[in-house]
């Protein structure tokens, strides 16, 4: 993984880039076409002239950006001129770009408006121009793309006046990118910044990545994981990491890096990493003058430390504060600043201690340090307390350092909630986090989450720094695979610069941007997007248990034991009488005491705590009754079912669109949707199967366990199969599958004894990420289906990260008709199948 010298590296510059990456999706900056007159009034009215006043080269990415705007959305040519030679008094309609001292040494009486601050911008129209002016160059690039938002959602602009100045002043994204070009947790592809351990030579893609981040005013990024490589450091390996620095400038993007507090030792030569050591003080101020040196508009670090395994100040006996410190100042003088995580935890608890908890920990290991980090440093810290669940209450964190700057990290990259795979719309669960009023008190103004990060803290001191940090890991492969999660990354930035814009707004914006403006496919798209993120929750883990699936491992299906009994604290506490951890101050881990009074009362009672976090807080029986009066153990088997159900209505209401959209994106989200609906499938037989034996409650409609229309695989007529067990045992219809080893095919077959008709016939099979099995399905002797196990599933065993299902739809069945499954086994996947479910067809009538 050692990163080549720079001069092997340079040497790759002059290779060809590679044509099969171009320079990627153009994602909401599709820049579709609009119609002119409704956004200009008359077509005659639209600006043929963009003067840019300035000559920075964020001005000039701008003026750029707004010709090709112009081309894609109103199919004109603009003439790109100066200040100079865009003659004041002329009559031709322009549109102007300059910072605010640009605009007033250009023509005074036009600057009319108070001063604009940094980042910030005014769209304005005087007369025939159409004024982009911003408080910094930066501001006038923002206020460009701002523009075009305009124009693309054909917002009339005969009365433009918009100013806007962003929330935080902290709006970064972090890829957990890897030298080798691999990507933790990432879920599109390879690195766009890194291959075989050294920067890539085609950073075409970095650079369109700014220019992404930049439309919706994101202006840094860490662009390696966060377990980071200290080697990254070293002087060849800056040099490489400066030419990446040098694609995002021109979109105003600062990069940063991720650090590993153990450099001085690991990469320096010293014998300690002791924040405190002069020595390795001395030695962080020289590497950061280095990067200076390199790069110029460095943003500064991201730490992890003394956490799952990182180097830390512990090692020491020296605090988080002492460690950011030592960084800080070698950074302050260069304008740097350190994010250090707040995701700081012990992975060893002790599982019998019915008082520990990981949630505790950010608190724990953090407030005490309040008011002792240095100014440039800032507190990230993950929206909630454990990591990233498909619901978590707000961490207790943001509102215990009044002190102390404060970034909400929040994670784009879908890690725990269906990895792109399955469509969730994250900025819903987003803005709960924002919006959680902290003091919730009745008498005292709401303080939430947004406005603490934004730098006004519980007691009402301020302090100056904060903002927003996500996850992104964008990859290769259309940034995030799924063309709908873009939706993810483009709201990350919109909550960034306001957080009190609604989900649902952005959404609507995403789509318009995207695909257009046609009511018919706003109204779908936007309803998926919306609704996507309660349909997963209710097919996983609802009611605050976490997403439930394998807590160490990939991270994708189902798994609820992995939970339990170990020292990752992410504990259930199941059992055969009731779930949930007993965090109250009453009887439990004394965490909900961390909240500040009001939430802390509101989530210790039962009878105020919202349902959604029930199982979060507290440890209930089965039969303990929700507030709608169900008991628990039916809420969670109904829930699945609807959400299993929900998932699969997403299908054809995608299907209408067909022609709508662009053909790539509608094959490729088709594809994600239909595999959702079947893993939906698989989320909730394992869940519903695993809560039906533990508590060993029957669910009262009698469907879990009960499927008439299964054939499980074992108890057909095998050729070749064997059968084997399942782990978890909850992944597979009783714990068993078939594989087909030693052979080079096998079958499984049975005679069809049910009445003629129509039926959907899906066969459930397991599908690693190595090998593609080759599976026929046929019906009295005719061949209804063929297909490769080639989707590259995140796991190479069976379980619930690789069932997935091939459905064929209306075949016609006879009593006594073989149904057959021929299958081919390809290297070590041994073409595992789980079951065959036939039911009547909805659509047909038997002939
Ligand atoms: O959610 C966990 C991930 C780890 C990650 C860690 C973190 C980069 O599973 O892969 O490590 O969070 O946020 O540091």
Redesign the pocket.
Known sequence: MLLLAAAAACAQDSAPSDPALGAGDPAWLAYNAVQPAAVFGAESSVPDTIVALGQDLLEQSAARELALGWRGMLAHVPRVADGATAAPGNRQNLVVLGTQAEVRAWRPALVNGPSLGPDSYRLRRAANILLVEGGDARGVLYGAFALLRQIAQQHSLQALDIGSAPWAAVRWTNE?DNPNGTI??GYAGPSIFFADGHVRADLSRAAAYARLLASVGIDGCAIN???ADPRLLLPENLKQIARIADAFRPYGVRLSLSIDMSSPKAIGGLSSFDPLDPQVAAWWQAKFDQVYRDIPDFGGVVI?AD??GQPGPSQYGRSPADAANVIARALAPHGGLVLY?G?VYNHHLDWHDMKADRARAGYDNFHKYDGKFDSNVIVQI?YGPI??QVREPVSPLFAALPGTNEAIELQIAQ??TGQQRHLVYLAPMWKISLDTDMRASLGAPPLPVSELIAGKSVDGQRHSLGGFVG?ANVGAEGWLGNPLALANLYSFGRLAWNPRLSAAAIADEWTRLTFGNDPTVRAIVDRLQMNSWHIYESYTGPLGLGTLTDIIGI?FGPDPESAERNGWGQWLRADRQGVGMDRTVATGTGFIGQYPAPLAAQYESLQTCPDNLLLFMHHVPYTYRLHDGKTLIQYIYDTHYWGAQAAAAQVPAWESLRGKVPDAAYAEVLKRLQFQAGHAIVWRDALTRWFARMSGIPDDLHRVGNDPYRMVAPAMKLDGYTTVDVTPWETASDGKAVVCTGRAECSLSFTWEKPDGWYDIAVQYFDFRNGASQYTLQVAGRAIGSWAADAALPDNRINGNTSTRYTVQNVALHRGDTVRLLARPDGREPAPVDYIELTPSAAVEPQ
């Open positions: 957990w933790e947790r994981n966060v377990n992890k956490s799952e995580r995701f993950k990591d990233f890690e725990y996850v991270h």
